[in-house]
Structures are given as C-alpha cells and as structure tokens.
C-alpha cells in the first residue's frame, strides 16, 4: 500500500492512503525518516490498527536545515510552493524571510512572502520601512500579500494562490501560520474537528507539521515556528544562487567564482544600493559566512 505522510508527532506519523483513506502509522526500524509529505510504503499490522511504514520514496524536493550536529535535516518533503508568513507582531526579522526565500531557490520551487496581522498596520513611522522592504521583494520578483486571520484581508487572494499543489506555510512563531490555515478552512470541510480542539487545549504553538486539503484541491502545510531557519548549504558558492538578483548580476563579475566580496570588477557589488539593496546584500554576507563556517 503507497500514502502520503500528512502530519507526524516524532515517530508516529499520519498518512493518507492512496485509496482516500487517513490511517494512523509506525515506523519500521530507525533508519527510515518520513516527514511531512513523503510517499511510503506500508503494511498493515495484523490485529491493529495502526499501519507500519515499510519504504520511503526518493523525494521530488526538501525543505531542509542544518541540525546542530551539522547533519542536514527534512522538514517537509514533495513541495511545490514555499510561503514566507511574518507580521508585524514578533516583530518581522527579514533575514529570515530571505533565508527562507533563498531555500526555495535552491529547491527550484515557488517563493512567495505573505504579511500577516495587517490590521495592526498603523500609519506609523513603521509603514514606511515595510513598504520600502516589500516593495524590494517585489521588484525581484516575490509575490507579497498582505493578509489579515483578524479582518479577513488577503484570505481569498491567498487561496487562489494555493490553489495548486503542495504549498507549506514557514515562519517566526507567532505570525499567524495556523490562523491563516484556520481562514482558508473555514469553507471546506476538514476544518473543525482537528483544529478546534487544540483551542479548547488552549494551546497554539504548532509542534508538529500538518497537511491540509483545501476545497480548491491545493495542499497547504502548517509548520511550526522557528527562532531562526538557514537552510542546508552544500557549498558557500551555492549561497548565490538563492538570491536572484544577485545571481542575475553575477554573470558580470570578471571572475566566474566570485563571491562578490572584495573582489575586483565585481557587477554585484557594483549594484549594491541599486538592483541588490543594502539589505539584501547583508543578508547574502550573514549567509554566506554562515555556510562557510558549516562546510
Ligand atoms: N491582530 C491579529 N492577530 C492575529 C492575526 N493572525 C494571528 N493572530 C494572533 O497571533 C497569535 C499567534 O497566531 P498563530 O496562528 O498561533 O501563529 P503561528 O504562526 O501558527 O505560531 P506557531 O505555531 O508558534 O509557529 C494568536 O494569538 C492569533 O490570534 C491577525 O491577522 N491579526
Ligand atoms: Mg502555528
Ligand atoms: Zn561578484
């Protein structure tokens, strides 16, 4: 029997059979990883219920990040869409949103930043330093939307883009993710049961990843939150081609291994404050000297 891993809590996983069905599984052995997801392989165990996980399937993508070992880490696997959710409440840290946005680059998957908790957007001094931010991502070509779980801003316009494929939703803790996932259920059928019990927990952190089916048919993802996030870098070189701006400027540096630092006759460098903002710029250095202390 083949299924589709959609929601695990450490070993325990739940997957959705090809036939339809949502069994509850084990894992056979220690070796085997599945996340959120992943196709496996089961066998029923006789005289239970529960499901065993026999095989994984090679993945079309992961969304991964080193562990403090330094052991590259799945997050989730099969993704066609990487949803970059901050807010103004914590407040926003963009090098984590680009981060995230230089993972899907790496992927080859679709990146887009959705800005939650617009209801609180005051027309204060604030405004003006996230209008110039998104208005950067938005030249490079991100998507962003500004979206509301409150005032219910944004949340048809955020369905429509997950309307196809597999979409995970990644972020700060806090920003809204799991209020947003609430929203867009609100009109289709799975929605109560498994989220409002864990109100009446009281308890909203997400701990564990969870795959959603939305009436339209795309797949949505509720991760849980992070502090920080890098993603999983085979080589410092490689830390480019996660920010499209600068890899478009690359092409012109006099050196093909540029790592558009001090170089001579370097076209990224050239283009800081222009085509690659400050910003930007800052956060491929933070980056690149992170992927350079890990390898
Ligand atoms: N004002 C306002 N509050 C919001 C909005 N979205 C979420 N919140 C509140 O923000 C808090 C955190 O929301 P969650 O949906 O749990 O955030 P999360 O991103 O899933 O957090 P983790 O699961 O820890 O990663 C809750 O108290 C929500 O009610 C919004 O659009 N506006
Ligand atoms: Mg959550
Ligand atoms: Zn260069």
Not at 53 to 77: K, S, W
């Amino acid at each position: 029997m083949r299924g589709q891993v959609i929601a695990t809590f450490s070993r325990r996983m739940r997957v959705r059979l090809d036939s339809g069905e949502t069994i509850e599984a084990r894992i056979r052995g220690k070796r085997l990883r599945p996340v959120c997801g992943d196709f496996v392989a089961l066998e029923p165990i006789s005289g239970e219920s529960d499901w065993l996980i026999v095989g994984l399937e090679d993945r079309r993508n992961a969304l991964t990040r080193p562990n403090r070992r330094g052991d590259t880490e799945v997050l989730a696997a099969n993704l066609d869409r990487l949803v970059v959710v901050a807010a103004g409440t914590p407040v926003a840290d963009w090098f984590i949103v680009d981060r995230y946005l230089c993972a899907a680059e790496l992927m080859s998957v679709d990146a887009m930043i959705v800005y939650n908790k617009a209801d609180l957007l005051g027309a204060d001094a604030d405004r003006t330093e996230i209008d110039a931010i998104v208005a950067d991502y938005r030249r490079i070509g991100y998507p962003v939307l500004f979206t509301s779980a409150e005032s219910l801003q944004g949340i048809d316009e955020l369905g429509r883009e997950l309307e196809s494929g597999t979409s995970i939703l990644v972020g700060q803790s806090g920003v809204g993710k799991s209020s947003l996932v609430n929203r867009l259920l609100e009109d289709t059928v799975q929605k109560t049961a498994a989220l409002s019990t864990k109100h009446r927990e009281g308890r909203h952190t997400t701990v564990n990843s969870v795959m959603l089916t939305l009436r339209s048919g795309g797949r949505v993802i509720d991760s849980p939150g992070v502090r920080d996030y890098a993603p999983a870098i085979a080589a410092p070189g490689d830390v480019a081609e996660g920010f499209p701006e600068i890899k478009r400027l690359s092409h012109h540096c006099r050196f093909k291994d540029c790592r558009h630092l001090r170089e001579p006759d370097c076209a990224v460098r050239a283009g800081v404050g222009e085509a690659v903002s400050e910003r930007r710029y800052a956060s491929y250095r933070r980056l690149l000297n992170l992927a350079r202390k890990l390898s």
